[in-house]
T-cell receptor, first 117, second 115 residues
Framework: GAVVSQHPSWVICKSGTSVKIECRSL??????MFWYRQFPKQSLMLMAT?????????EQGVEKDKFLINHASLTLSTLTVTSAHPEDSSFYIC?????????????FGNGTRLTVT | AQTVTQSQPEMSVQEAETVTLSCTYD???????LFWYKQPPSRQMILVIR??????QNATENRFSVNFQKAAKSFSLKISDSQLGDAAMYFC????????????FGGGTRLMVKP
């Protein structure tokens, strides 16, 4: 079945530093990937839609200059949390759909737990 | 904008019994998809079941079935013969039929299974 690989699975960084999270579709191509954030005991909230070869679409309230998204190929999207602060600590999950198979379901990565100290 | 509401923050069921998780949604679209996802402590999102809005027949997957009431905009999940491994967070989700559209999630229901 379709697999989405997300790396790293967890990361601890200091305030002010930047962290890059990768999301790869391993056996399919994805022109669109989605980045979600999940705070403890809460639901998944869409942050942005990553579009291959073009700019990402950000949801209201999400700072595009803080959460940089790059979707340079059909199998890779990256989310960079710039100048991280403790309030950015959260669980980040990416998802992707196989572009070649109509209305296929979304496949999720295993998520990245970010802790900013 | 579409919204998804899960009115039960927590539910509990005895092992081998049946439990129903509720979900309602709001949309002006006529064609869409509805999903139930399971999120165990590992935080991995696992697709449980999917329903196309244009299909009147309720989807079933082994012990999991849905009661899809399009007019009422209701999409409940029934888990039969509950097992300890069913304990998890369950999220109801909506997606427009337009290709490329994202999922909108409900707030989630924590299901506990008592041995």
């Amino acid at each position: 079945g379709a697999v989405v690989s997300q790396h790293p699975s967890w990361v601890i960084c200091k305030s002010g530093t930047s962290v890059k999270i990768e999301c790869r579709s391993l056996d399919f191509q994805a022109t669109t990937m989605f980045w979600y954030r999940q705070f403890p005991k809460q639901s998944l909230m869409l942050m942005a839609t990553s579009n291959e070869g073009s700019k990402a679409t950000y949801e209201q309230g999400v700072e595009k200059d803080k959460f940089l998204i790059n979707h340079a190929s059909l199998t890779l999207s990256t989310l960079t949390v710039t100048s991280a602060h403790p309030e950015d600590s959260s669980f980040y999950i990416c998802s992707a759909r196989d572009s070649g198979t109509g209305n296929s379901p979304l496949h999720f990565g295993n998520g990245t737990r970010l802790t900013v100290t | 904008a579409q919204t998804v509401t899960q009115s039960q923050p927590e539910m509990s069921v005895q092992e081998a019994e049946t439990v129903t998780l509720s979900c309602t949604y709001d949309t002006s679209e006529s064609d869409y998809y509805l999903f139930w996802y399971k999120q165990p402590p590992s935080r991995q999102m696992i697709l449980v079941i999917r329903q196309e809005a244009y299909k009147q027949q309720n989807a079933t997957e082994n012990r999991f079935s849905v009661n899809f009431q399009k007019a009422a905009k209701s999409f409940s999940l029934k888990i039969s013969d509950s097992q300890l491994g069913d304990a998890a967070m369950y999220f109801c989700a909506y997606r427009s039929a337009d290709a490329g559209n994202m999922l909108t999630f409900g707030g989630g229901t924590r299901l506990m299974v008592k041995p």
